[in-house]
């Protein structure tokens, strides 16, 4: 799994409210992503992140924002939640050839 | 815009049958592509990764086919079991840009006993 944990792994939040979904990874891999799986849409890139203090949008950023002020962890902010919002959130690291590696994933739900 | 198309979008099959799911793709230029098996529940586990140089790649009971000409590859699963039901995704990555690779929808397969 490559070191890789999400928090919380569940969560039922309200329209509106703020939520931040954390990803810890052990193995100082410098790519870092968020993504985003719902049916008939496969994994979405929400926001990458190619080192400390670097992000880029991906193509589902909207309603997003994320924060890396250390290389283990990758914050993801969903500074006001919609029901839109309510899906299975993947963290991943990339490795130098390319390979990818998920975490166990968050499941949101936005009532 | 590069695209990664999976076929079929689900699949019904008997244990000890063996099964072939497809995947095309526009991205170019190609630098490497990966098959991943995802569980229900859990995220998505590398089964191969193939560079251009690559038309096969094994992993046990599963084997991967490149073609770069045709853009196109396959993954064959031999003598399924049930812990095969999963989706499987193929994630294709551009050269210079392979740290944001393009991923297919998935096909759904499911083993019957």
């Known amino acids: 799994d490559a070191g890789i944990t999400q928090s919380p792994r569940h969560k039922v939040t309200e329209t509106g409210t703020p939520v931040t979904l954390r990803c810890h990874q052990t193995?100082?891999?410098?790519?870092m992503y968020w993504y985003r799986q719902d049916p008939g849409h496969g994994l979405r890139l929400i926001h990458y992140?190619?080192?400390?203090?670097?992000?880029d949008k991906g193509e589902v950023s909207d309603g997003y924002s994320v924060s890396r002020s250390k290389t283990e962890d990758f914050l993801l902010t969903l500074e006001s939640a919609t029901s839109s919002q309510t899906s299975v959130y993947f963290c991943?690291?990339?490795?130098?050839?390319?390979?990818?590696?998920f975490g166990p994933g968050t499941r949101l739900t936005v009532t | 815009k590069n695209q990664v198309e999976q076929s079929p979008q689900s699949l019904i099959i008997l244990e000890g049958k063996n099964c072939t799911l497809q995947?095309?793709?526009?991205?170019?230029?190609?630098?490497?592509l990966r098959w991943y098996k995802q569980d229900t529940g859990r995220g998505p586990v590398s089964l191969t990764i193939m560079t251009f140089s690559e038309n096969t790649k094994s992993n046990g009971r599963y084997t991967a086919t490149l073609d770069a000409d045709t853009k196109q590859s396959s993954l064959h699963i031999t003598a399924s079991q049930l812990s095969d039901s999963a989706s499987y995704i193929c994630v294709v990555s551009e050269e210079g840009g392979s740290y944001i690779p393009t991923f297919g929808r998935g096909t759904s397969l499911i083993v019957h006993p």
């Open positions: 193995e100082n891999h410098r790519y």
């Open positions: 992140s190619y080192g400390v203090k670097d992000t």
């Open positions: 991943a690291i990339s490795e130098p050839n390319g390979e990818q590696y």
């Open positions: 995947c095309n793709y526009t991205v170019s230029p190609f630098s490497n």
